[in-house]
Structure formats: C-alpha cells, structure tokens
C-alpha cells in the first residue's frame, strides 16, 4: 500500500508570491495534519483537519490556510510568502482524529519549500 | 505554554548504549512519542510511551515518568546508520487539535 504522498517535492518561490502544497493520505485516512519544519528544529503544528473539517490550528499567520477535499487529500496554501517560511512542509495521515489514537499518525516525505 | 527539551547534540561510538532525555512541560497529554529523522527525510515511528515504565522494542527502549515529565530514549548496540536525528513529541488530545508537540531534536552522530 502507498504511504503518505507529497507534491511537489521541492518549490523555489519568490517573496510576495502564494504556494500550494498538496498531501494524499494513507488509503482509508480521514484526517490530514500539517506541520512546518524549519532547518535545525523541531516540526511546528499547522493544521489538523478531520473529515473535511478544521480540527485543529497552531499559532501561524493568516496567510496560511488549507482545507481537505472529499477524498480526503489536503491542501496548504501560503499567501505573500516571507523568507522566514522555507521549511519542510509535512503532512501527517492518521485513520482517526489525531489525539484518539496517537499510535496512527504517518508522515509523508514532505516538501521542501525555498523562499528567496 | 508548551515546552519540551532535549539535548541538540550527542556522539556515542558504534556497539555502545545512549540515552537520549526528554522533559515536557505541556497543557495537556496523551502519551509521548519518539521519533527518528534523518536528514531530508520524514520522521519515522519509534516509539510510543503513554504510561509510566519502559517499553523495549529491539535495541530500542523509551521510559516514560509522567509525574516528573521525564522521558528517555535508550539505543543500544548503536550502528552507524543510527545516526539521525531524535524527536520527542507530546501527543495532545483531539479537543486540544490532536496535534504533537515537538522538542528540538537531538542530532546524534554514531562514530566508528
């Protein structure tokens, strides 16, 4: 079985400009989190979103938003991009609400976003 | 807040035991995962510690203390593809966003 997918597997974008990044999850997953990872640190907490709902929101800007699609695949999308969000973008998959059953969360190999 | 630390760097030699720590300080707490990441890569399951003990899986043990907000990663027989980086994640609960809550990581070199 396929794991968590991810495209595009790297983005060069300039300041100013807007970015979708896409996630499929695991086959029969209803939830879909984001996490951003900058260079040296630990993953930081987007988005959660639950059978097409918004379950969850860390601390980020407007400018970021996603939403989930009846086939439960997901987008995140950054307007006006700084410099300060090049990362890895992962997403992680799980069958449930993430938090029910911490054992289901798969992250997919992410994106790698360079603002310049 | 939430808080969660590790150390940022460790090196051990290759056939020797280390111990990774983890302390947390968070709102809320649905057990405490570790995860390995190398560089580039996604994080992959390790481990998964949501009461107090030890939980051993092959060279690989992670204790948990919830009263001290303790946690410890242990890698025994290290080879030198262990090299990678180490995660401690708080899991919250799914009214909290279901989200994990990440320290730093602890990047470990393995040398010969």
């Known amino acids: 079985d396929a794991g968590v997918t991810q495209s595009p597997t790297h983005l060069i974008k300039t300041r100013g400009q807007h970015v979708t990044l896409r996630c499929s999850p695991i086959?029969?997953?209803?939830?879909v989190s984001w996490y951003q990872q900058v260079l040296g640190q630990g993953p930081q907490f987007i988005f959660q979103?639950?059978?097409?709902?918004?379950?969850g929101r860390g601390n980020f800007p407007d400018r970021f938003s996603a939403r989930q699609f009846p086939n439960y695949s997901s987008e995140l999308n950054v307007n006006a991009l700084l410099l300060g969000d090049s990362a890895l973008y992962l997403c992680?998959?799980?069958?449930?609400?993430?938090?029910?059953?911490?054992?289901?969360?798969?992250f997919g190999p992410g994106t790698r976003l360079t603002v310049t | 807040g939430q808080n969660i630390d590790q150390p940022t760097e460790m090196t051990a030699t290759e056939g020797a035991i280390v111990q990774i720590n983890c302390t947390y300080q968070?709102?809320?707490?649905?057990?405490l995962f570790w995860y390995q990441q190398h560089a580039g890569e996604a994080p992959t399951f390790l481990s998964y510690?949501?009461?107090?003990g030890l939980e051993e899986k092959g060279r690989f043990s992670s204790f948990l203390s919830r009263s001290k907000g303790y946690s410890y990663l242990l890698l025994k027989e290290l080879q030198m593809k262990d090299s990678a980086s180490y995660l401690c994640?708080?899991?919250?609960?799914?009214?909290?966003?279901?989200?994990?809550?990440f320290g730093q990581g602890t990047e470990l070199s393995v040398k010969p």
């Open positions: 992680a998959s799980s069958l449930g609400l993430a938090g029910g059953n911490p054992y289901e969360q798969y």
């Open positions: 086959s029969g997953h209803k939830s």
């Open positions: 979103y639950y059978e097409k709902e918004e379950r």
């Open positions: 968070t709102s809320g707490f649905n057990g």
């Open positions: 510690n949501v009461l107090d």
């Open positions: 994640a708080v899991s919250m609960f799914y009214n909290q966003g279901g989200k994990l809550i």
